[in-house]
């Protein structure tokens, strides 16, 4: 919601999600996540007839859907409009890549601006009515360089050209009455060093771009106020974490408060006075709320908002009419809590004119007159519309995927089940269209970051699972993060221990129910969920028949030495969650995958992006390596030009393709 104001992340997942934070892309929703030697490329899968055939109970009517409708582009995604209202953009594929296009409002000319051919386009924003702005990386790198093109497709300009240099929106200084916020945007890049990000202020007409503050070398983010100005920062010694804060630009900051990492205090936008902040905290409670700071004496002085069972993970406020409006958490699926009466009768409008789907708000024009709608659900990606408040005309713009049918898709039901230390465990089961919950084959996939979590909503890999007839198990193990600081905590120097524990917990609670088929279990995941897989093999070897690695860690002592070095302040709170290499040798040895290969004894497929910044590739060649020694079947693709999980809908299509005859192997066949 770019002119509604989302403030910033969650202060726990701003610190703790640089690990392996979830990969996502528009359209596309993925569990690393949601994420050489080529030796799975040209595997065909057999894709012929109707029927699903992998369950034994398989309803012979139901569609089998292409593969490559799951995860191919949107046929037009990420609509926005300009601060004036007077026209709409979107990307749609151009050459295979994800493009910028631009119409106005109620005409039907539209022209494509953007020609991108080697990477889609997923990050935009207007700037003025004249202008937008794209970031774009190189191959899956990260290193994302910020490109400017006006409204009619001239001089697409890259204006950040630097090797090696990561790109970061600070601000888009989109806000009424900011001094010079009509050229300006405020970004974050390392080109003085490597760990950490100056501020420039960018101009988009002229490219120039001027340092506006330095940093001293421990501030991990700026923090603007409503005027644009930087009078916030966060900083870390690697453990604590301190609030700065300064009356204005020209004085110094001074610190407000210094908490663990451990603790919570999220500022997410200043109030409207510009003296206190709106922000997220756990200080003193354990779910996190909603609350005004006060930085002068570093108190909570008013509670906004707290949900007894689940975190609150953002607030929402109106440009226009500087109010707050809404509390967002997740319990088993997004929820809104209402400050503003105007917002809450929008959505109660849209709802019930949009009765079937989930609602939100993608944009909006600077008067709030002109809104871009987003539906979804379990079993859709949904569409956008056009709202006009001011005739209550809603007129839809376009389907993102329209090719699939929500009817031919399965429905994604929130489960618990225990733990074995007591401890509830929340998650998702997806059971295939037309087959009954009973001796069911299975995909266990936990998720990627570690510190994030799965939620309800549509997630391509599930629907494509089930439509092969698969059950599909998503589980929020100890750690996932939006259900308080215990739950959390209780991650810490668990991987492959507790943590583990929960998903093999979780696999055992569908047999016992009779819904798996003990023999026909596969786990697989992305990024820490691919460690997980991993881990899941070599820990319980006679649970799955299978397992599919993404991206993932297989040797924590060489993970932690190749992490990106804008990572590098935050080494020290990795060390207190996942261990220290050196006085944690003892557990990285028991609980990395690659030392125990000698008890893998199920076939594996491992994909993975050569340049990933992430995972680097050499906890992919180390696991393979070490299988094949053992004579163990494993697959290995590689993709040269991907990075923590694949873009590019060739190479989405190739891993798809893959994985869905390895499952076939070694699933279907087993009884």
Aim: with cysteine.
């Amino acid at each position: 919601m770019k002119r509604f104001g989302l403030g910033a992340k969650n202060m726990k997942n701003m610190i703790v999600l640089f690990i392996i934070s979830i990969f996502v892309s528009t359209g596309f929703v993925f569990t690393t996540c949601h994420n050489g030697i080529a030796g799975a490329a040209g595997i065909d899968a057999d894709t012929s007839g109707t029927a699903v055939g992998t369950g034994e109970d398989a309803d012979k009517s139901v569609k089998r859907i292409p593969m490559e409708d799951f995860f191919r582009n949107p046929e037009k995604a990420s609509y926005q409009i300009s601060p004036n209202g007077k026209y709409i953009s979107f990307t749609q594929p151009y050459e295979r890549r994800m493009n910028i296009f631009v119409r106005p409002i109620g005409g039907i000319e539209v022209k494509r601006i953007t020609s991108v051919t080697d990477r889609d386009i997923f990050h935009y924003l207007w700037k003025g009515n004249d202008y937008l702005i794209f970031f774009k990386d190189f191959g899956g790198d990260e290193n994302n360089h910020v490109y400017i093109v006006d409204r009619n497709g001239v001089a697409v300009k890259d204006v950040t050209p630097f090797k090696g240099v990561k790109a970061k929106l600070i601000s888009s200084l989109s806000e009424p009455g900011i001094e010079g916020g009509k050229d300006n945007i405020l970004i974050g890049l390392n080109i003085r060093k490597k760990e950490i990000f100056d501020a420039y202020k960018l101009n988009v007409k002229t490219g120039k771009l001027v340092m506006t503050a330095k940093n001293p070398g421990n501030i991990t983010e700026w923090i603007t106020d409503h005027k644009g100005r930087i009078r916030g920062a966060l900083t870390t010694d690697g453990v604590s974490t301190s609030l700065l804060f300064r009356p204005t630009e020209k004085q110094p900051f001074k610190t407000v408060i210094t908490t663990s990492f451990k603790e919570t205090l999220s500022p997410e936008f200043f109030t409207f006075d510009d003296k206190n902040f709106y922000a997220l905290s756990n200080l003193g409670r354990d779910k996190t709320a909603a609350v005004v700071f006060d930085p002068v004496t570093a108190k909570e002085i008013k509670m906004l908002y707290e949900n007894p069972d689940v975190d609150v993970s953002g607030l929402s406020y109106s440009k226009k009419r500087k109010v707050l409006l809404t509390a967002s958490y997740d319990d088993w699926k997004r929820q809104r809590h209402f400050f503003d009466p105007d917002t809450e009768k929008l959505f109660k409008k849209l709802s019930e004119e949009l009765p079937l789907s989930e609602v939100g708000i993608a944009d909006m024009d600077d008067n709030e007159n002109i809104f871009v709608i987003r539906t979804y659900s379990d079993r859709t990606r949904g569409a956008y519309y056009l709202y006009e408040k001011f005739n209550g005309r809603l007129t839809k713009l376009s389907d993102v995927s329209p090719w699939l049918k929500e009817d031919e898709l399965a429905e994604m039901k929130p489960v618990t089940y225990e733990a074995r230390d007591g401890l509830a465990i929340h998650g998702y089961l997806t059971l295939p269209v037309g087959m009954k919950p009973e001796n069911l084959p299975l995909i266990v996939n936990p998720h990627g970051g570690p510190w994030v979590r799965d939620s309800w909503g549509f997630n391509p890999e599930v629907q494509f699972l089930a439509n092969r007839g698969y059950a599909v198990l998503q589980m929020n193990f100890r750690g996932s993060t939006g259900y308080g600081k215990k739950f959390w905590e209780a991650s810490f120097k668990q991987w492959g221990l507790k943590m583990q524990d929960d998903i093999t917990d979780g696999v055992r609670w569908l047999i016992d129910r009779g819904i798996a088929s003990p023999k026909r279990i596969c786990i697989y995941g992305g990024s820490y969920g691919g460690y997980a897989t991993l881990a899941g093999l070599a820990f319980s070897p006679d649970l799955y028949a299978c397992g599919v690695d993404y991206v993932g860690i297989s040797n924590l002592f060489t993970f932690l030495k190749t992490i990106p070095p804008y990572w590098k302040p935050y080494l020290q709170m990795t060390y207190e969650m996942v261990g220290n290499p050196v006085t944690d040798k003892e557990l990285f040895e028991k609980t990395s995958p690659v030392f125990h290969v000698d008890r893998i004894k199920a076939p594996l497929l491992v994909a993975q992006g050569q340049k990933d910044p992430r995972v680097n590739i050499d906890e992919s060649n180390q696991i393979v390596e070490a299988l094949k020694k053992r004579g163990i079947p494993v697959e290995y693709l590689v993709k040269q030009n991907e990075g923590h999980g694949f873009r590019n809908e060739e190479n989405r299509f190739d891993f798809y393709k893959a994985m869905e005859k390895f499952l076939s192997i070694h699933l279907s066949n087993r009884q």
